[in-house]
């Protein structure tokens, strides 16, 4: 007679449920489970000079995100952010920059954000014009800079003209020394004194609500939510602007960036790695000016789209449930199907790898939720090699100290 589809599936589901828990609360289970831990702690504090096999897996793993591929093939939204409007300031010296923001504030927008930094004394006569411009224009943000030393200690750099800026703002990147830019600090404190970042003195002037909601995060160190591309922004060039090929409507009421943008992906001048770039694993080129990136921080900003950050112990977490119910699974396979025992625990990390990257990412997307799972295939890969060492502890012990074990037998 005919088994019943639910009853079918009733006894596959026993089957599937036995093959992974029969071996769950053994202790065997549990401290095979805890050596991984061990092993990669070990690896992480202990000085090991010649553990050069594991060089190529750094090398191809390094500066990498899972969540990468989600913003590596995001398209972005079809229409521009019209609240933001970019002005490519090109190669223009201080004169040409004094006429364009002059031009820029003749337009009327709301705020202005100028990414130049200027070391020091020039030409005095253009040198007078700038400065005159920033001292007539109230409403624009310059950029300055923060340098840090080897202790972490930071001290805030003044630019040439910095007594004549009505509001500056701090435009260092987390990462920006050649790594992709993931995270921005909304501020820092220096001194006993609070500094905000370029794009969160720019939201402060637009949209002072928005900028409230930011500083009750209390973070420091957001990371970066990218919605746009650079053609994805609407870009004035600086002749245009000064031809008066431009309407004022374009740039009245909205936040007018001035900085370099270039759009050859061969011209890497003023770029910086995101994880836009289409290559999201072993990065060849830069791939976003740096005025692009602080526009989709003031994109985020303004929209509340905020990455929720899951505490580092909620990961640590999944990966010890993960790697138990993995270990779990494997033993049972080890002890009892040690023939098929390498093609089923190599099968199971591939399916769980696959899985629980596709897990993250989906989160990252459709959620805003950062859930880091590299600790966690760290441990289903490293679990089949564990059991090996587990072994020949647990059968030492066995034999000096009658240990109780499951493993009673040599495995080859």
């Known amino acids: 007679m005919k088994r019943p589809f639910h009853k079918h599936i009733a006894h596959h589901v026993k089957i599937f449920h036995g093959h992974f828990t029969k071996y769950l609360y053994e202790r065997d289970t549990i401290f095979a489970t805890a050596w991984v831990f061990i092993f990669i702690l070990a690896v992480k504090i202990l000085p090991m000079p010649n553990m050069h096999f594991f060089d190529p897996m750094k090398l191809a793993l390094e500066d990498f995100d899972f969540n990468d591929i989600a913003y590596s093939k995001l398209k972005g939204p079809d229409t521009l952010d019209k609240r933001i409007v970019i002005?490519?300031?090109?190669?223009?010296?201080?004169?040409?920059?004094?006429?364009?923001?002059?031009?820029?504030?003749?337009?009327?927008?709301?705020?202005?954000?100028?990414?130049?930094?200027?070391?020091?004394?020039?030409?005095?006569?253009?040198?007078?014009?700038?400065?005159?411009?920033?001292?007539?224009t109230k409403n624009l943000v310059a950029i300055s800079r923060i340098q840090w030393d080897h202790h972490g200690e930071g001290r805030f750099l003044k630019d040439y003209y910095d007594s004549t800026h009505s509001f500056t703002g701090f435009g260092n990147l987390t990462g920006e020394e050649g790594g992709t830019m993931r995270h921005f600090s909304p501020y820092e404190k220096l001194d006993d004194s609070v500094y905000y970042s370029f794009p969160a003195m720019l939201v402060q002037q637009y949209s002072p609500e928005a900028f409230q909601k930011l500083k009750k995060r209390h973070d420091h160190n957001e990371i970066i939510n990218y919605s746009?591309?650079?053609?994805?922004?609407?870009?004035?060039?600086?002749?245009?602007?000064?031809?008066?090929?431009?309407?004022?409507?374009?740039?009245?009421?909205?936040i007018a960036l001035l900085g370099y943008i270039n759009e050859d992906e061969n011209d890497i001048e003023d770029k910086v790695f995101t994880p836009m770039n289409e290559k999201f694993a072993g990065k060849s080129r830069p791939d976003m000016n740096g005025i692009v990136v602080h526009a989709n921080i003031i994109s985020m900003i303004l929209d509340h789209k905020y990455i929720k950050k899951l505490p580092s112990w909620v990961n640590l977490v999944v990966a010890i449930l993960v790697g138990w119910l993995h270990m779990s699974f494997f033993i049972r396979y080890y002890l009892e199907n040690h023939i098929w025992f390498h093609l089923v625990a190599k099968f199971a990390q591939l399916l769980s790898a696959i899985f629980f990257v596709y897990m993250g990412i989906y989160l990252f997307d459709k959620f805003a939720?950062?859930?880091d799972m590299s600790l966690t295939l760290i441990v289903i890969v490293l679990a089949v090699d564990i059991i090996y060492f587990y072994e020949a502890f647990a059968v030492w012990m066995h034999q000096k100290f009658n240990y109780t074990t499951v493993f009673h037998h040599q495995h080859h």
Do not use: C, W
Request: aromatic share 6%; glycine share 6%; no cysteine.
């Open 87 to 136: 002005v490519n300031i090109g190669h223009a010296d201080r004169e040409g920059l004094a006429y364009l923001i002059e031009k820029t504030a003749s337009m009327h927008p709301r705020v202005m954000g100028l990414d130049a930094y200027f070391d020091g004394a020039k030409k005095p006569l253009k040198d007078s014009l700038l400065k005159k411009i920033f001292e007539n």
């Open 228 to 254: 746009r591309r650079m053609h994805q922004y609407h870009i004035i060039e600086a002749e245009d602007l000064m031809n008066n090929n431009v309407d004022e409507s374009a740039i009245r009421g909205k």
């Open 369 to 371: 939720i950062k859930l």
